[in-house]
């Protein structure tokens, strides 16, 4: 047929086993299942995305600053961006549908505005100067 299985639901008896490995994990190393539980695939494939944009975006300055002056840096600069649209391709079908509707929740739920407010906080506490 080339489509998936449908997924059974877990008897009790699997159930059972598979709280008591997470409780048994959690006990050994607390650290380890709190990044387990925080990390997924939309997460993981989402920050990619962000770098494949920021590799495009620097790939085509390259390309813009070179081109006339050094065609080998200029094609370096259009590898780039081919490296990075692919990355973006690869990690778009890794979060498929079910990714883009749960940003597209959380985006309508929290608003654009508390994304590009974190963001801006994040990058102005990473790149802060002390005084």
């Known amino acids: 047929m080339g489509g998936r299985e449908p997924r059974l639901?877990?008897?009790?008896h699997e159930q059972q086993v598979l709280q008591e490995l997470e409780q048994a994990l959690v006990e050994q190393d607390p650290a380890f299942?709190?990044?387990v539980r925080s990390e997924n695939v939309y997460r993981y494939a989402g920050r990619?995305?962000?770098w494949s944009v920021l590799g495009f975006a620097a790939g085509l300055t390259v390309m813009l600053v070179f081109f006339t002056t050094s065609v080998a840096v200029g094609s370096l600069g259009v590898l780039m961006m081919f490296a990075?649209?692919?990355m973006f391709w690869t990690n778009l079908r890794r979060m498929g549908k079910a990714g883009w509707e749960d940003i597209g929740r959380s985006l309508r739920a929290e608003g654009i505005g508390h994304?590009?407010?974190?963001t801006r906080s994040w990058f102005r506490e990473r790149f802060?100067?002390?005084?």
């Open 9 to 12: 639901p877990l008897s009790e």
């Open 33 to 35: 299942a709190d990044r």
């Open 48 to 50: 990619y995305l962000k």
């Open 84 to 86: 990075s649209l692919v």
């Open 115 to 118: 994304a590009v407010t974190d």
């Open 128 to 131: 802060r100067r002390d005084r």
